[in-house]
């Protein structure tokens, strides 16, 4: 029984672990060592604060490596930590916060700074354990890896670390909260500026032609046909604000119809395929249209182009959306433009951008949504 343990692969892998930590030790150690003492030696200057940032950016590095390791030859998997929060405001102060902040980069930086004396240990047992009698091998090699696995699980594994997600959910909410109140404010001025203008304009050429009736049929008459024709326009404003809002042609006949409206009116000519079998949740689908139509605004007074295209399909829990053009390209997700502002409310949702503009073009770009099944209750209906 004590000779099929002793060469059991299991075993070796766990002996091979064991003898590793040493070199691999000393370089983490050393790697610890100076960037917190460099990072703050030179905290005074300018200098001090981003190098301990990039010290702590590389110790999430080490610690992936470390998971892998302890993956490949302990047998174990623990949950990847979250990545950093995507801060969405480009101040170079906030994001350098966020990094000192980091607590899966300090829990990698403790990894590695008590892990020297580990290894000297687990190294120095193995080894007499390989010189003198082979029973007590897989005991003790159990025992220390085991101890090792308790290690990478305690200060590697990213389960249980919500404050990151935390914080990235609240960015994602201030995102919200903010496009929110844009567009409530976009839809205030529309109906002043618009509608309402109108309305009241309408409301005093009635007015006047209510008392211009008896003395003055015609000049009545005429103003009647004005205010006729202001209706007309309010009207049509009124369509276009409700269908800024959310069209109706998408609540009935889904994002085929939708986006195929969209494109029509586009200035240059538009191919749509869509190839859904099933609707995604309404908030989704709302988003998708939402981004659709402002980049075919960006196509029409922007890229130049002489066509383009949108493609929107499913791929397993993602609903993806692709609109190509043949301009000029140039297009970039710069802080404060467009582009930018789309990408900030994709990631709201738990959403992808992705812009691909070289000079010259083509330019595509791409967003992915989380599907979000729209349920049993409401049948699917997809098509023009």
Known sequence: MTARIAFDRHVWKEVAHLLANLPIAVIGFVYVVFMVSAGAGLSVTVVGLPLLAAGLVGARWLGRAERARARVLLGIRVEEPAPLPRRRDGALLARLWAVLRDPVAWRAMLYGFIRLPWGVLTFSVILVCLIVPWPALPLVARG???????MVRGLLSGSGDLRLRIAELESDRGVVVDTAAADLRRIERDLHDGAQARLVAL???????KEKLLEDP???AAMVDEAHGEVKLALQELRDLARGIHPAILTDRGLDAALSSVASRCTVPVTVTVDLRERPAEAIEGIAYFTVSELLQNVSKH????RAVVDVWRADDRLLVQVTDDGGGGARLDHGSGMAGLAERLGSVDGLFLLDSPAGGPTTATAELPWRDRGAARPARQGG
């Open 203 to 209: 409301a005093m050429g009635l007015g006047l032609a």
């Open 144 to 150: 220390l890896a085991n101890a090792d696995r308790a």
């Open 218 to 220: 015609e000049a009545a």
């Open 303 to 306: 890229s130049g182009a002489r």
